[in-house]
């Protein structure tokens, strides 16, 4: 047993100080993130009025719904004086939708979400200030919003003939957009496998959005909340052409 120690001593060391270092990296990444989040906080906090933190009847769940949906109305009227499409996420109801003046064009039901519960435990004057309208300041997808394609006209019936078409389908919709209320929003298109079932691992997806944050937050600097919603692909990319660059969007919890 002595002799096999010895003989591995090097190597038990080795994995010994790569599981410390491992360990205190750990540990230092999750205090910067928890100073970011503290951070963020902090700075909500500061443009936000007091007695809109302190509103009494937010505590009572009855009035809490009820405020949640006239402030979801009122959105609706500001966007209704605009000639542009927006989008409404509308967590209550698990619905996506594009709206132009108050009117619905598209829908699309949310078939999952994470976290479950988004925007949930803040007092009415942090709701506020999450859940007003916002702008898209930037945003990255797997397709293009408005393909265009050059098609040059065939001279006869034999070159018509010759012609082959593209039977190439656009890539599943990943479409990743963050607004400038500092919240973060991650849509997945799901396709369906050659049974016409749901072809979508929810967790391989959260490990790879996961894995791309870490590569470029190493040690979180600013706490952004990023809410990830799973939609049918085709109506996810229905709303995701439908919504100009620079988008308005509207939540409701």
Not at 76 to 90: T, Y
């Amino acid at each position: 047993m002595k002799n096999i120690l010895l003989k591995y001593k090097a190597g038990f060391i080795t994995i010994i100080v790569v599981f410390l270092i491992l360990l205190a990296f750990s540990i230092v990444r999750y205090i910067k993130a928890m100073d970011a989040v503290s951070a963020a906080v902090k700075e909500k906090l500061e443009q936000i009025p007091e007695n809109e933190i302190n509103d009494a009847g937010w505590n009572i769940p009855e009035i809490q719904e009820k405020k949640k949906e006239v402030h979801w109305m009122e959105r609706h009227l500001q966007l209704a004086k605009s000639d542009s499409l927006n989008l409404g996420i509308n967590l209550a109801d698990s619905i996506v939708q594009v709206q132009l003046r108050g009117t619905v064009l598209l829908q699309a039901k949310i078939q999952k979400q994470i976290p479950a519960n988004f925007f949930e435990d803040l007092n009415y004057g942090t709701y506020l200030n999450f859940t007003k309208i916002a702008s898209v300041i930037d945003e990255q997808a797997t397709i293009v919003k408005r393909p265009v394609k050059r098609i040059q006209a065939p001279k006869n019936e034999d070159e018509a003939a010759k012609v082959k078409h593209d039977t190439i389908p656009d890539p599943l919709l990943v479409w990743q957009f963050k607004l400038d209320n500092d919240v973060e929003v991650v849509i997945t298109g799901i396709g369906v496998n050659q049974d016409s079932l749901k072809a979508v691992n929810y967790n391989k997806d959260i490990f790879n959005y996961s894995t791309e944050y870490f590569k470029k937050n190493i040690f979180p600097k600013k706490y952004i909340p990023t809410l990830y919603i799973w939609l049918n692909d085709n109506d996810a990319k229905a709303l995701y052409r439908a919504i100009p660059e620079n988008g308005k969007v509207a939540f409701r919890n």
